[in-house]
Structures are given as C-alpha cells and as structure tokens.
C-alpha cells in the first residue's frame, strides 16, 4: 500500500482492494503482488491462532532445561515474539477489507483463471448447475453430496449464478488438497519418480539428420527427464523424488483422482447406495462435470504458474500445417492421460505403416496402366467383329432386351486396372504387412507401456479401477486368492450369470439378424427396380449426353437407389443399436472399466462388421454367383416372386466390388471428417455466440469450457471403430482395389489433425484415464488379419477372371504359342432364343432397333455349359471343373503361404524390444534395492533414538498438521 499518499487507511485499504481484483488481461491468474496480499488477509486469524499456540508451547519447552529442541520445533517456534506485532497488524488490515468487501466491483476481476478466488489452489474440477424452479429434491442431493465432498477432504468454491453469462448457472469449482491427492495416489497405485533412469540412452539412429523437418523441438516431445517410479506410498512419502507437492501430480492425475472421488460420493442420507456423479448427472442434479483446460488455445495463459499445454498441442499438433511433424505423444499422455495417448499413438503408427502399403499398392496401379495394351481380352470385347456381334441373353425377365458384348468395352478396361497379375502379389503381399504391422505395433505399445509406467497396469486395474456401479451392487465380501484380501463381490447365482449371457447375447444375434433382413430386403430392391430401371431409361434424353450419358445405365441408377437406402438404414440401425449395447453390457455388470469396455466393443464391432461391410460381400461372393442359365433361371424367393438373382457383366463382378468399395470407403470417410469436424464447431458457435466478444476478464475459464462440447463415454471407441473399419476395408477386400490403402492413408493424415483439432479446441478436457492397450481392438484386428487372406484368396479366385484366364492360357489356348486371343468366345456358353420359355423372353417394343428374331437365334451368356444339341446341352462342361479345381487349389496354396510367412514373421519379431526388457529388469532391481536400503535406514534411526534416555520434545499440532482422508470405497475399505 501507499503510506504516503496521505489517504486515510479505510480508502488505502479499498484502493488496494480495487488494484487487486482489477486488472483484466494484466491480472489473469490472480497472482499479483496486491491479490497476496489479500490471501494473507483472509487467514490472519488462523496465523495469529498459530502464533499462539506457538508461544504457548515454546513456553512450555523452555520451562524443562534438559529438554534439546528438534528441528521441526526449532523452525517452527523460533522468536515467535518478535512477529506477533506485525500479525496483530496483518489483522486489523483484514477486518477491513472484510468491511469494504462489498464495495468491490466483482465484475472488473479476471475470470480467465485455473484458480480459487485466492489465485494458490488450483481448480481441478468444475461442476455446474441450475436451480430449478421445482428443484428441491436436487437442492438436497446437491446439499448431501457437497457436504460428503467437503468430508472427503475437497475445498470447493461457488461461483453465484449472477456471475455466470446466462444468469441462471451456478459453477462449483472443485480443489483437492495434497492429503487427499496423496492418499488416493497411495490408493490407485499411481506410479511416480523415485530415481533418475541411469541407464546410458540408445545411440543416435544412422542418418537421423534426415528425419530432423519431421520433428518437434525437444522441449514438447520430451518434457519430462526420464525416471524410473515406483507405486506412490503415502508412508514412504520421502522415498519419492519431491520438489513441490503443488507440481507433483500433473493435473491430469489431480482430475483423475476427483473423478475417482465423485464417481463414489454419496448423495442421499437415507439410501447410502444412491452415490456418483454419473446418477446426478443423469437425473438433472448437475448439468455438466469436467475438469478445465489451462488456456485458451490460441494463446498462452498470462499466468506464469499455469503450464499453457493446450496452447503448446494446438500450436505443434493440432494445426493442419503440420500434418508432416511427428506426435509429442509425451505431451498427449501428460495432457489427456494414457487412454487417449494410446490412441493417437496407435493412430500414427497404423498411418506410417499405411505408407508401405500405399506405395506397394500405387505400383501394382502402375502396372495396371503400364500392361494397358496388352489387354488382349478387352480389346476382342470394343472389336466390333468380335464384341460387336456377340448378341447377349436378357439380363431380366420382361423388361431388358438383348444386348451386344461391346456395350462393356469401357468397362472391361477400368477393371483390368485392378484386375492383373499384380492384383495376386498384392493380396499376398498384404498378407504380410497386416502381420508386421499388428507385430511392430506390439513391440511399440510394449515400449509406451514402460514409459507411460503402465507396465502390470492390467492387474492394478482389475484390484483396484472397480467401476462405481460394480461397488454399489456388491453384497458380500470372499477372500481374493492372490491378495489373500476380503473383497467385495457381486452375490450371483450361476443360474443368474448364465441367464444375463443368454439374454445379451440373444439380442446381439437377433439385431445382427435385423441387419442381415434389412440387406436382403435391399438386395430385393435391386432386383424388382432393376427391371422397370431398364424399361424407363431405354429411350431416356440423358443416353444421348457426351460424357455422362454412357454412365447413367439401369445398373447405375439401381446401385445409387440401393446405396441411398442403404445408408440410411445404417444410420438408424446405429443409433438404436448403440443404446440397445449399452444397455445389455450394464445388465453384465463389468467389474472394471477395461472388462466393460471391452465387453462393449465386441458387441459394437460385430454389429458393425455385419452392417458396413454385406454390400462388399455380397457384390464379392454372392452377386453373379447363382444365376442359372436362360430357361432355367434361379430367383431369390422362388419362381413366383420375379425376382431373379442378378448377374454380373462378362468383365466380371471385380469392378462392380471396386466401385462399391471406394463408395462405402471414401464416402464413410469423407461424411465422418464433416461430422467430426463441422458438427461439434456449429455447436460450439451457436452455444457461445453471445459470450464471444467478451474480454477474458468477464469470460471465465470455466464458461469457456462449460460451452465447448462434452467428450462422451463413447467418444475414443468411435474414433477407433472408424480406424478399424476402414482397416477392413483395406485388408479384406484389398484385392479388389489395390489403390485403397493410398486413399486410407491420405484420410489418415487428415485424421490425426481433425481429431487432435477436435479434442483441443471443441471439445471439454476429458476426464484423464489409463489404459496399458488398445483394450479388444487388438484382438479384433488380429481377427480381421486372419480373415483377410481367407476373403482375398476368395477374390481372386471367384470374383476376379484371373483363374479362368490362366487356365485358358496354359490348358485350353488352340494354338501353339500362349494368348489369349479367342478367350471371351471361349468364356461364354450359347442358348437356343426359341428355347427360352416365354416368361423369360422381353416384351414387345423392349428389344433393340438391330435385334432382328430371324437374324439371331442363338445368344450368350457368362458360364461354361455345353451348347444346344449336345447330348449335354446346358450342362456344366469340363473346363467348369478345371477351373473349379484351380480355383480351389489357389486358395489352399495362398492361404498356407501366407498363413506359414505370417507365422513365422510373428515368431522372429519378439513382442518386447530388449531394451525395454532391461531397463525393466533394472527398474525392478532398483525397487527392491532402494526399499530395503531406506527400510534398513529408518530402522536404524528408531533403534538410535530408542537408546538414547533422554525425553523427545512433542511440537504442537496445528491447522497445517496433516489431516485423517477416508478412503471413498466400499470395495476398498
């Protein structure tokens, strides 16, 4: 203050006062120089109390001359005397700034802060609310379960719905004092630093310098020294590496650990089972719980004693611009916790290896383009002698005429782009990379696992992580064989688990039928629009466009028609599904939030196996497949339905696969970066709207983050359900188009951007979690692995001509020389027109202007049947079965080949790296010799202080003395 301005003290106090709750932008953090000055104020009493107390009991040690003072009592109580008058004055000062408190103008204080009001503890959670009208019952679950906070050692403070920026908000701010912080450390086994890691660090990479534009300065990959931890205990607090309590877990530790309190807290006098903030949240009680953010991401916080990480991921990370930097994974996992590190490090690390796949993939595509010329088959297919005077049978009953073979000519040039010899290397090849990307990916996770220090986090987990709602229907305690420990248990019957298996997975199989009729009834629709498609486009204006009017065909307007519902049967089966999961896995009763997790997933994956990828697999192995031949056709409901199974064109189903695949593929693609990045920002922008051109001094951070999207339960596992998806779609069907890990791996480089954007501008702070794993996607993408060589060795042998062709080329070529001239007429059976049974034959007026009855009396189709008048007319011929068996031969061959590579690639990779086997090994040795050396020291100290006869000096307790937390958990307790 300002002695000598010659005011009287009252206006001193209440211009000091103004100064320090003032400031705006200069002020943000409340750590100025004025705004401590008023923290010491407000606890004056408690130090004079101290001061006391202090004297009293230095008093009282004087009085015994052999008494030797300890060094805790020595610092404590030292001239106490001296400082009561400058106390005493401190005092006076606060009963006057309690005086004018009211006169302050509250509305001039900068908001834009992680802090109480008194700018030292920190805000670690943040819960809203609103006071209802009718709300009395939740005023009384808000007053119970605050007043249990408040018992479980949490300070909280209010901020007054008149503060907030709708006027009908109240925000409870939540800080968790270091007691609490290190009894729930003690409690969830939180790994921390005991020693630095002295093992010598691995010599640089050769020619490392190449890789120096893709990296991060050093000060956000690694902010952190590298240490070896050891589970925290609270009774061994000096054994730890401690500088400063305030600093020593990282805020998303701090939020963890209030999560872990609320989730557990009671909320009723009465019905002490009626606990967690997920119950409150539901029925209205609380609106919102998040832990804050620590800036605005476009600027550091002005605080100095704030870390500004967001600002640091948006600027590294989130930006677009730097698509081409690594991760600073260090800096996810200390931000976001080890749940959402894995993610993103998973996530890069399947885009890397997309890289080699895009690569192979992109050549084989060249080869396609390059070998362009030397498609014999579809040069014979555009030739006007040949194709031109192929007349085809009617590709439905009634309403399709005869067609000649060269209206396929453009087609049967896309697919030989994708249909080669290269398409057979590449299946293989694929092969391999799924098995050295699942293999690397283990020896990486196995590496993150020891530095993230979750290295027997799964056991951990399963002891301690229980999930709230397991707690409260546990009803009896059995002795755990491992701990040797009571434990809490759900009282079940056999009879009671079986029949809640049953149920869940009754109705997983019944919704995974409701899919499997939704796509027949699709598929019906393809075959009854396929026909009046035919007849209403015959003579249609848009045939006669230039460059479009050859692509908009029947088959084309069907496909769209058919996607169109498709989709949308998608979407709605999604929606309802999600909850009908949700539902069935909280019926299981998980104990842990891993086992729920994963029970969750593989009832999610197997209803979205079926839903996104039937279209792929019935074009792939269905469609073209059972046709019949002209006279005897085969229809899906019979003969009386019409609708007759579809075909596919000479140049083979591939193309159609391919088509489908790119469409499914980059539309899911496309319409999910939109929604991910387009949605959440709209929201964003309308919630806030009347707040934006707020400065930061009226913006709280807490308003901020409150208007910014939650992160939902099921927020990472549609993350990973649209990466695993899409690795489907490039591993089992990526014989078909060998572009698609090119185009996965363009959409993936977006990805990482979109979604780091998503969570570090839109989205709240999620609530930090761990997880050693990618939890059940690992197995499911092991199962896809497996599955893969099985569908592209199908592929190639039934969808694609590859097969035919090769046994034309050495078995039933005419000539001397190997080609492939005469292989489309050789690919095609005839039939007799006037045999083909009247309800088969087009109606009048359906047929071409050419097509001439006394012309033509035979046509084509796609099969390998004996021809009118052979003693085996229409009957499968011996080339059918030659081609059969090559067929299946090639599918046996590849998948021992593949399957033999792929095992033994598995073997010689070992799933931990050995360096980290060592520096665990060393971990686990310096454990077990640092304990016992600390053990053996406090040991030594009792024996010496029992030998000497002489009285200890007992200090005083006072209000820092450390405080009885209660462990919040009647699983644990």
């Known amino acids: 203050m300002n002695r000598g301005s010659g005011k009287s003290s009252d206006e001193t106090l209440i211009e000091m006062n103004r100064t320090a709750w003032s400031g705006g932008e200069e002020n943000n953090g409340f750590h100025t120089s004025s705004d401590k000055e008023s923290f010491q104020l407000e606890n004056a009493a408690s130090m004079v109390s101290v001061v006391s107390e202090c004297t009293s009991s230095v008093s009282v040690c004087s009085s015994h001359s052999s008494v030797i003072e300890c060094e805790q009592c020595e610092r404590e109580h030292t001239e106490p005397q001296q400082h009561l008058t400058s106390f005493m004055g401190i005092w006076r000062k606060r009963a006057l700034f309690l005086k004018y408190r009211s006169r302050v103008d509250k509305q001039q204080q900068s908001k834009d802060s992680v802090y109480f009001r008194d700018g030292v503890r920190r805000i670690d959670f943040v819960l809203s609310y609103i006071d209802d009208k009718d709300g009395e019952k939740k005023q009384d679950r808000r007053k119970v379960f605050e007043a249990n906070l408040q018992k479980a050692g949490l300070d909280l403070e209010t901020e007054d719905k008149s503060e907030s920026e709708d006027?009908?908000?109240?925000?409870?701010?939540?800080?968790?004092?270091?007691?609490?912080?290190?009894?729930?450390?003690?409690?969830?086994?939180?790994?921390?630093?005991?020693?630095?890691?002295?093992?010598?660090?691995?010599?640089?990479?050769?020619?490392?310098?190449?890789?120096?534009?893709?990296?991060?300065?050093?000060?956000?990959?690694?902010?952190?020294?590298?240490?070896?931890?050891?589970?925290?205990?609270?009774?061994?607090?000096?054994?730890?590496?401690?500088?400063?309590?305030?600093?020593?877990?990282?805020?998303?530790?701090?939020?963890?650990?209030?999560?872990?309190?609320?989730?557990?807290?009671?909320?009723?006098?009465?019905?002490?089972?009626?606990?967690?903030?997920?119950?409150?949240?539901n029925n209205g009680t609380y609106t919102a719980a998040f832990p804050l953010h620590d800036c605005r991401y476009w600027t550091r916080s002005r605080d100095a004693n704030c870390e500004s990480e967001r600002y640091s991921l948006y600027k590294h990370w989130a930006r677009f611009s730097r698509f081409y930097k690594e991760q600073p994974l260090n800096l996810i996992r200390k931000y976001y916790g080890e749940k959402i590190g894995i993610y993103f490090a998973w996530l890069g690390f399947y885009t890397e290896m997309l890289s080699y796949a895009a690569v192979v993939g992109l050549l084989c595509f060249i080869y396609g383009v390059a070998t362009?010329?030397?498609?014999?088959?579809?040069?014979?297919?555009c030739n006007e002698t040949i194709g031109g005077q192929i007349v085809m049978c009617p590709l439905c009953d009634k309403k399709c005429g005869y067609w000649k073979l060269s209206t396929t000519c453009s087609s049967s040039w896309q697919s030989y782009l994708f249909d080669n010899t290269a398409t057979v290397f590449f299946a293989i090849f694929m092969g391999i990379w799924v098995t050295l990307f699942l293999e690397f990916w283990k020896r990486r996770q196995a590496r993150l696992e020891y530095e993230w220090d979750l290295v027997d986090f799964e056991e951990e987990q399963q002891q301690l992580q229980l999930r709230p709602e397991y707690e409260i229907k546990c009803t009896s305690r059995r002795v755990n064989p491992i701990t040797q420990e009571q434990e809490w248990v759900l009282d079940q019957t056999p009879a009671d688990k079986t029949g809640r298996f049953i149920l869940c997975w009754t109705t997983v199989v019944l919704w995974i039928c409701l899919i499997i009729a939704s796509i027949i009834g699709v598929i019906a629709?393809?075959?009854?629009?396929?026909?009046?498609?035919?007849?209403?486009?015959?003579?249609?204006?848009?045939?006669?466009?230039?460059?479009?009017?050859?692509?908009?065909?029947?088959?084309?307007?069907?496909?769209?028609?058919?996607?169109?519902?498709?989709?949308?049967?998608?979407?709605?089966?999604?929606?309802?599904?999600?909850?009908?999961?949700?539902?069935?896995?909280?019926?299981?009763?998980?104990?842990?939030?891993?086992?729920?997790?994963n029970k969750l997933t593989v009832k999610m994956f197997l209803f979205q196996f079926v839903n996104y990828y039937s279209s792929c697999f019935y074009v792939a192995f269905f469609k073209g497949k059972f046709v019949g031949y002209p006279g005897k056709y085969a229809y899906m409901f019979g003969e009386w339905s019409g609708l007759r199974n579809e075909e596919c064109e000479p140049g083979g189903c591939l193309i159609e696969l391919t088509t489908q695949l790119v469409i499914v593929m980059v539309g899911k693609q496309v319409w999910g970066n939109i929604q991910e990045a387009l949605v959440p920002w709209l929201r964003n922008w309308w919630v806030s709207r009347s707040a934006r051109n707020h400065p930061e001094s009226l913006y709280s951070r807490w308003e901020q983050d409150h208007d910014l999207q939650s992160f939902s339960q099921l927020g990472l596992f549609y993350e990973y359900l649209e990466m695993v998806v899409q690795f489907g779609f490039i591993t089992l069907f990526v014989a078909s188009f060998p572009l698609a890990p090119l185009l996965a791996l363009m959409n993936n480089i977006l990805e990482v951007r979109?979604?780091?954007?998503?969570?570090?501008?839109?989205?709240?702070r999620p609530v930090a979690a761990k997880a050693h794993s990618i939890g059940a996607w690992e197995e499911i993408l092991n199962m896809i692995a497996v599955f893969s060589v099985v569908t592209n060795a199908f592929i190639v042998s039934f969808t694609s001509d590859m097969i035919p062709r090769l046994v034309y080329l050495y078995v039933y070529h005419p000539g001397a020389e190997k080609s492939m001239e005469g292989y489309i007429s050789n690919s095609l059976s005839v039939f007799n027109i006037s045999e083909i049974p009247p309800a088969n034959r087009p109606e009048d007026g359906e047929n071409p202007d050419w097509f001439d009855s006394s012309n033509f009396t035979t046509c084509s189709y796609r099969d390998y049947r004996y021809p009118?008048?052979?003693?085996?007319?229409y009957q499968h011929n011996m080339q059918f079965w030659h081609i059969l068996a090559a067929k299946l031969a090639f599918i046996i061959i590849m998948e021992h080949v593949v399957f033999v590579v792929k095992f033994f690639v598995a073997w010689l990779i070992p799933d931990v790296p050995s360096d980290v086997k060592a520096?665990?090994?060393?971990?686990?040795?310096?454990?077990?010799?640092?304990?016992?050396?600390?053990?053996?020291?406090?040991?030594?100290?009792q024996l010496s202080q029992n030998g000497q006869n002489i009285d200890q000096c007992t200090c005083p307790t006072t209000a820092s003395s450390p405080m009885n937390v209660e462990v919040v958990s009647d699983c644990l307790t």
Request: with cysteine; net charge positive; charged share 30%.
């Open 754 to 764: 979109v979604d780091a954007w998503k969570f570090t501008t839109q989205f709240r």
């Open 919 to 941: 520096r665990v090994k060393r971990e686990r040795y310096l454990i077990q010799e640092y304990l016992h050396d600390y053990e053996l020291e406090k040991l030594k100290i």
């Open 167 to 281: 006027g009908k908000t109240y925000f409870l701010k939540i800080h968790v004092p270091w007691e609490v912080l290190a009894t729930y450390a003690d409690v969830l086994k939180i790994k921390v630093p005991f020693k630095a890691n002295d093992i010598p660090a691995k010599s640089e990479v050769p020619m490392s310098w190449l890789f120096t534009p893709y990296r991060l300065p050093d000060h956000v990959m690694h902010p952190e020294p590298d240490y070896f931890t050891y589970t925290f205990d609270k009774s061994k607090i000096d054994f730890f590496l401690i500088e400063d309590k305030e600093t020593f877990f990282p805020p998303s530790t701090r939020n963890r650990i209030v999560y872990y309190l609320l989730s557990r807290i009671p909320y009723s006098k009465e019905d002490k089972d009626k606990k967690g903030i997920k119950r409150l949240l």
């Open 868 to 873: 009118p008048g052979h003693e085996k007319q």
């Open 525 to 597: 629709y393809r075959l009854a629009v396929f026909a009046a498609f035919a007849s209403i486009m015959k003579d249609s204006p848009t045939n006669k466009l230039d460059v479009v009017g050859s692509l908009i065909t029947p088959q084309f307007a069907t496909s769209v028609t058919a996607s169109c519902i498709n989709f949308v049967i998608i979407m709605i089966l999604n929606f309802l599904y999600e909850r009908v999961a949700i539902k069935i896995t909280d019926m299981e009763v998980p104990k842990t939030h891993v086992e729920y997790e």
């Open 372 to 381: 362009f010329d030397n498609n014999v088959w579809s040069k014979e297919i």
